[in-house]
């Protein structure tokens, strides 16, 4: 079974720039999860999707980031205007489901350096 | 509000020794699960173990065992027999309940190194 896939994994670009992510789930999984993960911390979660519905993303910053699941399967991630403290991490991770026992899986995430 | 409480941000053990990552958490919940996460360096986080709450048996997966105690809500994980593949950031992981169900409230994290 192929895990959860991103791409790209590194990314550098200007302040000001715009930039997406993208995230491919395990197959099946339904739920779908976008985390910001600075450094030397652990990862707190941006927005989750349920199929193609976002059901919660009160962490999301909506002036500047925007996210879709389209058919409920693929994901991405926009910054637009990118800002030098967005230099992060970004974690993509699925799960059958939603629920306090669902084990999430992780892709290996992109690392993002805003210049 | 729930949190998790990871007190110790690096820790080293010789190789083929045992060690315990400590964590602590809060909540108002009776029923919940605990995840321990690994992240080596390549960043691919994986998931080591988990815990369910209202099992009282502690939770086991080949070198990794967790000890945990509800009343005092502690959840640290054992590695015995560490390998040079430990090496890695450790976090203890704590869904969310409520209405952001699901999500995973994260510790800060402990670095390990596993010396030759």
């Given at each position: 079974?192929a895990?959860?896939?991103?791409?790209?994994?590194?990314?550098?670009?200007e302040k000001?720039?715009?930039v997406a992510?993208?995230?491919?789930?395990i197959?099946?999984?339904?739920?779908?999860?976008w985390?910001?993960?600075?450094?030397?911390?652990?990862?707190?979660?941006?927005?989750?999707y349920?199929?193609?519905?976002?059901?919660?993303?009160?962490?999301l910053?909506?002036?500047?980031f925007?996210a879709?699941?389209?058919?409920g399967v693929?994901?991405?991630?926009?910054?637009?205007?990118?800002?030098?403290?967005?230099?992060?991490?970004?974690?993509c991770?699925s799960?059958?489901?939603?629920?306090v026992h669902?084990?999430?899986?992780?892709?290996p995430g992109?690392?993002?350096?805003v210049? | 509000a729930?949190?998790?409480t990871?007190?110790?941000?690096?820790?080293?053990?010789?190789?083929a020794?045992?060690v315990?990552?400590?964590?602590?958490?809060?909540?108002?919940?009776?029923?919940y699960?605990l995840?321990w996460?690994?992240?080596?360096?390549?960043?691919?986080m994986?998931?080591?173990?988990?815990?369910?709450?209202y099992?009282?048996q502690?939770?086991?997966e080949?070198?990794?065992?967790?000890?945990?105690?509800k009343?005092?809500?502690?959840?640290?994980?054992k590695?015995?027999?560490?390998?040079?593949?430990?090496?890695?950031?450790?976090f203890?992981?704590?869904?969310?309940?409520?209405?952001?169900?699901?999500?995973?409230?994260?510790?800060k994290?402990?670095?390990?190194?596993?010396?030759?």
């Amino acid at each position: 079974e192929a895990g959860v896939v991103q791409s790209p994994r590194y990314k550098i670009i200007e302040k000001k720039q715009p930039v997406a992510f993208w995230c491919n789930p395990i197959s099946g999984h339904n739920t779908l999860y976008w985390y910001l993960q600075n450094l030397g911390q652990g990862p707190e979660l941006l927005i989750r999707y349920e199929n193609e519905e976002a059901v919660d993303d009160s962490q999301l910053p909506k002036d500047r980031f925007s996210a879709e699941r389209l058919k409920g399967v693929d994901s991405t991630l926009k910054i637009q205007p990118a800002e030098l403290g967005d230099s992060a991490v970004y974690l993509c991770a699925s799960s059958r489901g939603t629920g306090v026992h669902e084990t999430q899986y992780f892709g290996p995430g992109t690392r993002l350096l805003v210049l | 509000a729930q949190t998790v409480t990871q007190s110790q941000p690096e820790m080293s053990v010789q190789e083929a020794e045992t060690v315990t990552l400590s964590c602590t958490y809060d909540t108002s919940e009776s029923n919940y699960y605990l995840f321990w996460y690994k992240q080596p360096p390549s960043r691919q986080m994986i998931l080591v173990i988990r815990q369910e709450a209202y099992k009282q048996q502690n939770a086991t997966e080949n070198r990794f065992s967790v000890n945990f105690q509800k009343a005092a809500k502690s959840f640290s994980l054992k590695i015995s027999d560490s390998q040079l593949g430990d090496t890695a950031m450790y976090f203890c992981a704590f869904p969310n309940p409520g209405g952001s169900q699901g999500n995973l409230i994260f510790g800060k994290g402990t670095k390990l190194s596993v010396k030759p």
